[in-house]
């Protein structure tokens, strides 16, 4: 049997803040990175959509923002779901690991999950 790949780097700027969803068998954390390509002389941008988990996850929504700058090394994923009666596609980036490239700014209004330096070593590390 041929081994597989499926690896994914990308580095782009959070187009809102992120969203955290707690379920019974792990933290969730989604958003969306862009990307803006210059091709000879034009321009496109692309939209990721990122999901990430567990203390990760929380850390995302802890410490990322509209605007922020990050590195995101992942797998491709797709998935699809019906909608009224229509099948729909998804394809999103599981995050692997998640690099913070721009300042932290705390927002002391949103609810922030609870982590320690432990967890934090335990993702990063």
């Given at each position: 049997?041929?081994?597989?790949?499926?690896?994914?780097?990308?580095?782009?700027?959070?187009?809102?803040?992120?969203?955290?969803?707690?379920?019974?068998?792990?933290?969730?954390?989604?958003?969306?990175?862009?990307?803006?390509?210059?091709?000879?002389?034009?321009?496109?941008?692309?939209w990721h959509r990122i999901c990430a988990f567990g203390k990760q996850a929380q850390l995302c929504y802890k410490y990322l923002h509209k605007g922020d700058l990050?590195?995101?090394?992942?797998?491709?994923?797709?998935?699809?779901?019906?909608?009224?009666?229509?099948?729909?596609?998804?394809?999103?980036?599981?995050?692997e690991n998640i690099t913070f490239l721009s300042s932290s700014r705390r927002n002391e209004n949103r609810p922030q999950p609870e982590t320690t330096e432990d967890d934090i070593l335990k993702v990063f590390g």
């Open positions: 049997m041929a081994k597989t790949f499926n690896k994914t780097i990308l580095i782009g700027r959070l187009g809102q803040d992120p969203t955290f969803k707690q379920t019974e068998k792990t933290d969730i954390t989604h958003f969306s990175i862009c990307q803006t390509i210059r091709q000879n002389d034009k321009e496109s941008t692309q990050c590195c995101i090394e992942g797998r491709l994923d797709s998935s699809s779901y019906t909608k009224n009666g229509e099948k729909k596609y998804v394809q999103s980036i599981i995050a």
